[in-house]
């Protein structure tokens, strides 16, 4: 970030901050963050079909992308779904939270934690390149409990009486056959209400998707990873993402006002190729904080060039600067597991279409190509200061040299003055 009239002290922590975070800010909500990634889909209403990962051929015919109005929606029962479903109904619905709580994570360590939690949370950690995938349950020795007691009953009914129909047995952290006593509303009918198993992804570049957890599980989870976040984000700083999911088997899937539409059966890969994407997009958004506040603090400076004809800052500063945007410009532009498709869609290409269409739905390339432009616009103001300064310089040293003949001139008349008087004697 750009900072502006600060002491040397205070600037060369914010600078210090930019360069080890690779550019980073936050949010107020959700656990100390900041919401706000600017993406047009945050406040209009806009559709992106997801394809299914079997079939590899894009989301509407000849391959072109669905981004279109609800009122495209071609199927009455899927658009008065979508309709129906707004800020009500969130409260009800599952979440799908990213959260950006550090330049990175120590992937070694975090791998070691959630096996250690195999028994107590549910955790079958898997690594996938730069994401680690997990279940991860705080209710999962609940579960395992009243399963446990279930199949005794179960067992000492079907000893009672040879008659009776054997208990469907499920397994404790089944997403299908335990119903959610808070979904009530009318509004959704057409979701699969039952309970599901909440599954973690976990980034390298200091980035955590989480499905299916409450808020207060998410405050808690962060705090348990806190110790593998390395190159840590203060908490004014930290970026979240907000999101809702639920399971139909009526339509596509689909993302639609932030509200993510699974089929019932998808695996845990399609979550990922949602998240991968989702991930950078909150990345981003950090990103896009920074820019801002590069905006504010150096906004005021044309305006002071105008109406006074100086620069009111120090070479040494406006270098400090461009060092700074350079620093943002590198992190936006040539970190590969931010901008570009995962390694994981060279491997599973079935999963390409999904990443694709969730980073069309997060306007992930326009808003990158919208943060350059800006960072070209600062670059440009602090070209032109290191030019005016430097063109001061050289009339500076225009000066001094004029200033130096002069004195020469000057000693060389007081010699020739005092040459004079002494042949007169």
Known sequence: MFIKSLPDSEGRLKRKAIASLGSHHTLNGSPGGKIGPQRTTKNIQKLKLLPAPDDGEGDEESGR??????????????????????????????????????????????MKFLKSKATTRGSNPKQFDECIYTPFSYLYQKRVR?????????????????????????????????????????????????????????????????????????????????????????????????????????????????????????????????????????KISLYEDLVDNTIEDTKSIPQDVALTGKVRMSRRKIMMHIGDLFILRINI????????????????????????????????????????????????????LKEQLSHSQGERLEWVVIVLIAVEILVALVNVAVDLFASVD
């Open 146 to 282: 009243e399963q446990t007691e279930q199949d005794l009953i179960d067992f000492q009914e079907l000893q009672l009486t040879e008659s009776a129909p054997a208990a469907a047995v499920v397994g404790p952290d089944s997403p299908t056959l335990e119903r959610n006593p808070d979904v009530n509303s009318d509004a959704l009918s057409f979701v699969d209400t039952h309970l599901i198993t909440p599954e973690i992804f976990l980034f390298e570049y200091g980035v955590v998707v989480i499905w299916g957890m409450t808020l207060q599980e998410e405050k808690r989870f962060l705090k348990d990873i806190a110790k593998f976040e390395m190159e840590k984000l203060g908490e004014e700083d930290v970026q979240v993402e907000n999101f809702n999911f639920y399971v139909t088997s009526s339509y596509q899937p689909r993302i639609y006002n932030d509200f993510i539409t699974l089929s019932a059966g998808s695996s845990y890969m399609v979550k990922l190729s949602i998240s991968h994407a989702i991930a950078q997009s909150v």
């Open 65 to 110: 992308d669905v981004y279109s109005q609800v009122t495209r929606i071609k199927d009455s029962t899927a658009r008065r779904d979508a309709e129906r479903l707004g800020k009500a109904e969130r409260a009800h619905l599952p979440r799908t939270t990213a959260y950006c709580t550090a330049g990175k994570y120590n992937m070694e360590g975090l």
């Open 333 to 384: 532009n040539l970190q590969g597991s931010v901008m570009d498709s995962p390694e994981l869609m060279w491997a599973e290409p079935q999963l390409e279409p999904i990443y694709q269409a969730a980073r069309s739905y997060l306007e992930i390339n326009q808003r990158v190509s919208l943060l350059n432009q800006r960072l070209d616009v600062i670059s440009d103001l602090l070209q032109m």
